[in-house]
């Protein structure tokens, strides 16, 4: 009985540690796909994000330029009624 209970391990070691050792692997390899995947996802949120942002700022800079226009000449408006104001009083 003991010589069987000793031959078992190395049994068990042949056939089922192959078998045993393929599963894993092919679960590492899922797992990895998987986190290949998600990184791939993260990666195309980021440059659509990127690209959001970039078109924003941009729109932004052109409103910043009109903005600048506006008030130069809101000033000059001022100016103006001012001069305008001053002559009609003499």
Do not use: H
């Amino acid at each position: 009985m003991t010589k069987i209970a000793e031959k078992v391990p190395g049994w068990v070691a042949r056939f089922l540690l192959p078998e045993i050792r393929a599963i894993v692997k092919e679960e590492i390899k899922d797992c990895r796909i998987y986190v290949d995947d998600r990184f791939k996802a993260m990666d195309e949120k980021f440059i659509s994000l990127r690209n959001e942002m970039t078109t924003r700022f941009e729109s932004l800079e052109k409103r910043l330029g009109v903005l600048q226009r506006v008030a130069v000449l809101e000033a000059e408006v001022k100016e103006l009624k001012l001069k305008l104001a001053g002559r009609t009083e003499s």
